[in-house]
């Protein structure tokens, strides 16, 4: 497997695998490239792909610190670091073929390795609670992740606004997410 940052060249292999994951209408080429523009700060990309036989088996989106806007599902006071240093993992996605080998593992350490040489002092995501046997928040919490708070129907504007189908409820996303903050070790 090789972990290589998230280029143009990837956008098409990207939004397939996000959609046929999370749900169609999760990510198009327009809203990828707004986010791939996101994490990169100081001239670094901190989102990237992991290719395995010239194949995308799962890609990894993160933005830089400073570089996203916390929404009504971020509880700042709660945060251990000012939002100035918080960096946020937007999405993950791995091919079914390919969970349980260590591929988010690899996407994620890539990821925050980058978001350290940018200046963040840590990461925030809010994980997919209704993931397959909720894979998701167990897949971060070893990470070393604390739950900062549990956001019920996180996603369901999202259904009622552009469209997006939940592989879960369908047209009307109930899911919650898991708010969660991984603290970057130094060094």
Request: with cysteine; hydrophobic share 45%.
């Amino acid at each position: 497997m090789q972990i290589t940052e998230l280029t143009p060249a990837f956008f098409p292999a990207v939004v397939s695998l996000a959609n046929t994951i999370h749900g169609d209408n999760y990510l198009s080429h327009a809203s990828l490239r707004a986010m791939q523009l996101q994490g990169i700060a100081k001239g670094i990309n901190a989102s990237f792909v992991a290719i395995e036989e010239q194949q995308l088996i799962g890609y990894r989106l993160s933005f830089a610190a400073g570089q996203w806007q916390p929404d009504n599902w971020c509880t700042e006071a709660r945060w251990p670091v000012p939002r100035a240093d918080m960096a946020y993992f937007k999405s993950v996605g791995v091919s079914a073929e390919q969970r349980g080998k260590g591929v988010a593992s690899s996407l994620l350490q890539a990821s925050v390795t980058v978001l350290k040489q940018q200046g963040a002092k840590a990461g925030l995501a809010h994980i997919w609670r209704e993931s397959p046997g909720n894979a998701a928040q167990r897949y971060f919490s070893q990470a070393g992740a604390v739950l900062v708070k549990v956001h019920p129907q996180r996603w369901r504007h999202l259904s009622e606004t552009a469209g997006y189908f939940c592989p879960v409820c369908g047209a009307l996303c109930n899911c919650s997410a898991a708010e969660m903050v991984l603290t970057f070790s130094a060094g």
